[in-house]
């Protein structure tokens, strides 16, 4: 072999090396994400303002938003006293308000309408809708929205926001999950009767669980549906995933976890067993779009 071969037979011996290097460093999508929001960054773009402090933890905003197939957005809003937020109209999105702390000003289409802590709204497609803060103490309202498929056909929204308060639902028992977990269920499908608020287009569930010291609501899976856990007092393990063993991975989890679990993948929470160990998790379920919902 000549030199000019011995060259050639070089060039694509290191060719084929660095295309070896480059699969292996490939970036596989994970099957579930976790943030500690208390430590997460604000981040800028059109729903922030000089004094609407957006913190994307899933979806619109998060470096890894590509994996969210139905939940565009899941994140804390802080406004700070007297601040207020740009004005926000969907027409194929539905969104929920969750105000974690302080006092707010709901504005919906032509009204205003206030909330207090703990109380949740369900904001249809086509409203025109923002939130201000009046007060002088700083204003946490959690953000999510989901996209509505385009097989799904809309209605025309209401005149008026249902609000209803976190301490007004009641608890109660869930078939098929343990009885050390109580269910407060507070948003669901237009077409169910048995959440707080019966409005919503692509969100299948949107509830509180309270689990007692040592409960647990089983390790399981949703096929055909991402999920989210947000911490909001107390301290466990987060189940995410597992092994081919059945085994489920475990993870220490405290107040400000946040987890989001693509479809199939494992998810479920022990609770500590302690004497009055209490933990409450917010969690949201949406369906992914199937190929026939495809935009």
Same mark, same amino acid.
């Given at each position: 072999?000549?030199?000019?071969?011995?060259?050639?037979?070089?060039?694509?011996?290191?060719?084929?090396?660095?295309?070896?290097?480059?699969?292996?460093?490939? @970036?596989?999508?994970?099957?579930?994400?976790?943030?500690?929001?208390?430590?997460?960054?604000?981040?800028?773009?059109?729903?922030?303002?000089?004094?609407?402090?957006?913190?994307?933890?899933?979806?619109?905003?998060?470096?890894?938003?590509?994996?969210?197939?139905?939940?565009?957005?899941?994140?804390?809003?802080?406004?700070?006293?007297?601040?207020?937020?740009?004005? @926000?109209? =969907?027409?194929?999105?539905?969104?929920?308000?969750?105000?974690?702390?302080?006092?707010?000003?709901?504005?919906?289409?032509?009204?205003?309408?206030?909330?207090?802590?703990?109380?949740?709204?369900?904001?249809?497609?086509?409203?025109?809708?923002?939130?201000?803060?009046?007060?002088?103490?700083?204003?946490?309202?959690?953000?999510?929205?989901? !996209?509505?498929?385009?097989?799904?056909?809309?209605?025309?929204?209401?005149?008026?926001?249902?609000?209803?308060?976190?301490?007004?639902? !009641?608890?109660?028992?869930?078939?098929?999950?343990?009885?050390?977990?109580?269910?407060?269920?507070?948003?669901?499908?237009?077409?169910?009767?048995?959440?707080?608020?019966?409005?919503?287009?692509?969100?299948?569930?949107?509830?509180?669980?309270?689990?007692?010291?040592?409960?647990?609501?089983?390790?399981?899976?949703?096929?055909?549906?991402?999920?989210? =856990?947000?911490?909001?007092?107390?301290?466990?393990?987060?189940?995410?995933?597992?092994?081919?063993?059945?085994?489920?991975?475990?993870?220490?989890?405290?107040?400000?976890?946040? =987890?989001?679990?693509?479809?199939?993948?494992?998810?479920?929470?022990?609770?500590?067993?302690?004497?009055?160990?209490?933990?409450?998790?917010?969690?949201?379920?949406?369906?992914?779009?199937?190929?026939?919902?495809?935009?």
């Amino acid at each position: 072999m000549g030199a000019e071969g011995a060259k050639l037979k070089t060039l694509l011996l290191l060719m084929f090396m660095a295309s070896a290097l480059m699969a292996q460093e490939r @970036k596989v999508d994970p099957t579930w994400l976790h943030r500690y929001v208390p430590e997460m960054s604000e981040s800028g773009g059109d729903s922030s303002s000089a004094s609407c402090h957006f913190k994307p933890i899933f979806g619109e905003g998060d470096k890894e938003n590509g994996i969210l197939r139905s939940v565009t957005r899941f994140s804390e809003v802080t406004l700070d006293a007297h601040g207020s937020c740009p004005a @926000k109209l =969907y027409d194929r999105e539905e969104e929920i308000y969750f105000v974690l702390q302080g006092n707010a000003v709901l504005h919906y289409g032509a009204g205003t309408n206030p909330m207090r802590s703990n109380d949740f709204v369900y904001l249809p497609p086509g409203v025109k809708h923002s939130i201000a803060n009046l007060s002088d103490q700083p204003l946490r309202v959690l953000v999510i929205g989901c !996209k509505i498929p385009a097989s799904v056909s809309i209605s025309s929204p209401a005149q008026q926001p249902k609000i209803v308060n976190l301490n007004d639902v !009641k608890e109660e028992t869930v078939d098929g999950h343990p009885t050390s977990v109580l269910y407060k269920l507070l948003l669901g499908p237009r077409t169910g009767k048995r959440d707080a608020i019966d409005e919503a287009y692509a969100i299948t569930s949107f509830f509180w669980m309270d689990f007692a010291p040592g409960g647990t609501n089983f390790p399981h899976h949703h096929e055909t549906a991402e999920e989210i =856990y947000l911490v909001i007092d107390g301290h466990g393990e987060m189940v995410a995933g597992g092994g081919m063993d059945g085994v489920e991975g475990r993870h220490p989890a405290r107040a400000g976890d946040a =987890y989001y679990f693509r479809p199939n993948c494992t998810v479920g929470f022990y609770n500590q067993n302690k004497p009055g160990a209490k933990a409450h998790i917010l969690a949201l379920r949406s369906p992914i779009p199937l190929p026939k919902d495809s935009d």
